[in-house]
């Protein structure tokens, strides 16, 4: 039986990167593409509850169809999988993202949030980035989606687990490898740049560098930096277990009034 | 040495809820509001990259002062600590949130990523949340939110860990205790409530019911039902590290073109 997948992505339906994506895996199964009507990078994992979500029906000549969302790519997920989807779909490919989803930055992404959002609803699901915002190698991320998209679709994927893949902006000929790695803890340290309105008033915008901090060996960070293509497993469960016996420990009585 | 209290919030600086927790602790210490102008519920953990931030002062008669920010809870913690503030915090307090922040929803809380926030840059920071949206009692979570943030002064987090409180909305006098507890897995089952506009596109609303899902026994979800404080250690690293053999087990080989 034909395999349903399911694409969609942060950057926005109109991208180079969902497009690179589509071409990859169009002849794996039935593709159908749900995904932002613009741009929402760094949405973290945002729903809308406030607001209608509309969804217009978008067809290319080269097969490509599917829905142009007015949300998150968390709503995408949600309104595919519940309203638009005749089924549910066998695998989720979100992206392929501009821009590395390594270290903490995986906790803003929107590319990770719609594959989160998959492995909330039960369904295999992977995010996809490549490590560059200059001259991207979609090619080569392409190449990658294609390869974990087969090894999903045969072999799926842990419980409550969803795939975080990174890909290095290399020539296809100069990856090294896959790398299974754990998610960094090197992340963006901000800068704030003040300015003033022409009505004196203050606002900011936020700027930063990545600073490598600790250890990172065995992250999602150093792998590819390597040259390697990272898979991390994520969860959606933030307990932090090691934490639990401090807390338990301050054994905190409620003062009633 | 005085200590310093940043209070942030995803239901604006213009809540009810802010104001209880700023009353609730303001003679712990020196305590400033950066908070979001507008209510931002939802909005994951989500970041202002694309546009600029506006910070505005505000005073109030009652020494309530701080900034509203045109931004979401991240933007807020990040922006205080970064930009607006002369020095780091000792303690951050987020809240008090109109709603549970439990199980699954604690993913798309911006009041628990205002938090977090605070935990990636190092600083003790907790999140406070009424289990209810219909008459809060927020004389009880004001009560628990400054028995919680005299802990904390006094004793620190955990390394890497906020701390997700969630106060059952009860009387104070009929709350049962405090309850260290994990995230539970129960979540909102979406529904989509499909429309026409008056132009005929359609559009969607979402909808949902919390259903319990599997075993919740030592959950934040149960413990609130059942009447007491929950107290979760929460954490920003993702990895699903059980799920780490069953990746490397596929040894994936990257294939050349």
Chains 1, 2 share one sequence.
């Not at 929402?40 to 217009?56: F, M, N, Y």
């Not at 790519?73 to 695998?91: N, Q, R």
């Not at 995010?127 to 991320?141: F, V």
Request: glycine fraction near 10%; include cysteine.
């Amino acid at each position: 039986m034909k395999k349903r997948i399911l694409i969609s992505n942060d950057d926005g339906i109109h991208s180079p990167g969902i497009q690179a994506l589509y071409e990859a895996v169009k002849d794996l199964g039935d593709v159908i593409v749900v995904a932002p009507a613009g741009e929402q990078s760094a949405v973290g994992h945002a729903i809308t509850l406030s607001d209608p979500i509309k969804a217009r029906p978008i067809a290319r000549p080269d097969g490509f169809h599917g829905f142009a969302v007015g949300g998150t790519p968390a709503d995408c997920v949600k309104l595919a999988v519940c309203a638009l989807l005749p089924e549910k779909p066998d695998l989720i490919l979100s992206g392929i993202n501009l821009g590395p989803n390594t270290g903490i930055s995986v906790i803003y992404s929107g590319t990770v949030s719609a594959a989160t959002e998959g492995a909330i609803l039960g369904i295999p699901s992977v995010a996809i980035s490549l490590g560059s915002y200059q001259t991207p190698r979609w090619e080569t991320a392409a190449r990658v989606a294609r390869q974990v998209a087969q090894q999903v679709l045969r072999g799926g994927l842990p419980p409550d687990t969803l795939l975080n893949v990174n890909v290095p902006n290399l020539p296809a000929k100069s990856v090294r490898g896959y790398r299974t790695t754990r998610m960094g803890r090197s992340r963006f340290v901000e800068k704030f740049d003040r300015r003033t309105d022409p009505q004196g008033n203050v606002y900011y915008w936020m700027d930063g560098d990545l600073e490598l901090l600790g250890d990172e060996d065995g992250t999602d960070i150093i792998a590819v930096r390597e040259g390697y293509v990272s898979l991390t497993p994520i969860w959606f469960d933030l307990t932090h277990r090691a934490a639990l016996p401090a807390v338990k420990k301050w054994n905190l009585k409620w003062r009633k009034p």
